[in-house]
């Protein structure tokens, strides 16, 4: 079995098809998928899924480019991390990317966010993108360490990986690892300890060779895994099997049943 441990199933593209989604996961041997927050107008929608449904999580943050959307405070995203469903904070992190100028607000929201995750005891889905040593830099002053949690959606150096692992992190491979451009980025998916490795699909973004460019869904983790597996010299099953429990070590307080 796999597990999708980053999509977007609330996005209007995916939430219209459900039920198609859902079986197209079965199908696929995909267990289990782990839904994000990014905002907080969306996020009710996002909890809603994951009661819904017994094999969904979710997670409650706001993404560091959303810098005009209503914010969680602390106290906020301590009390949302007791439902039932919510395994972990973020996703939350830092984008120079998409934003420019001024950035010391979304570090703030970030340390806020690396705070309530200590407070919770819940694990951190961090986004890093053009930022990587003030990501770094923030989650070493933070003390991101005592919350744990996953570099999501990995795009970085093996430097910035192994920054990322000495602060007990997992890295997470998305769809990009398949792209025949992504030289460096497969050497950091043959690189990183297995008992580190998890896969995604950000549904509906980035879908995975041989779909890309469409729509993106949980069920194309099984691509991202395969390819993974070819690059480390092992069976989908395998990596299928270590990168599960991994999730399952990670976020602690999703189930395994059904």
């Given at each position: 079995m796999l597990v999708d441990s980053h999509c977007h199933l609330n996005f209007p593209d995916l939430a219209s098809r459900m039920d198609d989604v859902r079986a197209n996961m079965a199908a696929n041997a995909v267990s289990h998928a782990l839904l994000i927050g990014v905002n907080r107008p969306d996020y009710p929608a996002v909890r809603a899924l994951a009661e819904q449904y017994d094999n969904f999580y979710a997670t409650v943050g706001v993404h560091p480019d959303v810098q005009d959307s209503p914010d969680f405070s602390e106290d906020e995203l301590v009390a949302e991390a007791q439902h039932p469903k919510v395994v972990g904070i973020g996703e939350t992190g830092l984008d120079y990317y998409w934003c420019k100028g001024d950035l010391e607000w979304q570090r703030e929201r970030f340390r806020r966010h690396i705070r309530a995750a200590r407070r919770s005891g819940l694990p951190l889905v961090i986004h890093t993108r053009e930022s990587a040593q003030d990501t770094l830099a923030v989650m070493r002053e933070a003390g991101a360490e005592?919350?744990?949690g996953v570099m999501h959606c990995f795009t970085e150096s093996w430097e910035v990986a192994e920054g990322a692992l000495e602060l007990g992190f997992y890295i997470s491979f998305s769809g990009i690892v398949?792209?025949?451009?992504?030289?460096?980025?497969?050497?950091?998916?043959?690189?990183?300890?297995?008992?580190?490795?998890?896969v995604e699909t950000d549904s509906p973004y980035l879908a995975p060779m041989p779909h890309r460019g469409k729509t993106n869904e949980p069920a194309y983790v099984r691509h991202v895994a395969a390819h993974v597996a070819e690059l480390r010299g092992m069976t989908l099953e395998d990596l299928a099997a270590a990168s599960t429990d991994n999730f399952f070590t990670l976020f602690a307080k999703a189930s395994r049943g059904h």
């Open positions: 005592q919350a744990g398949t792209f025949k451009n992504a030289t460096a980025l497969k050497e950091v998916a043959r690189r990183v300890p297995l008992e580190r490795l998890l």
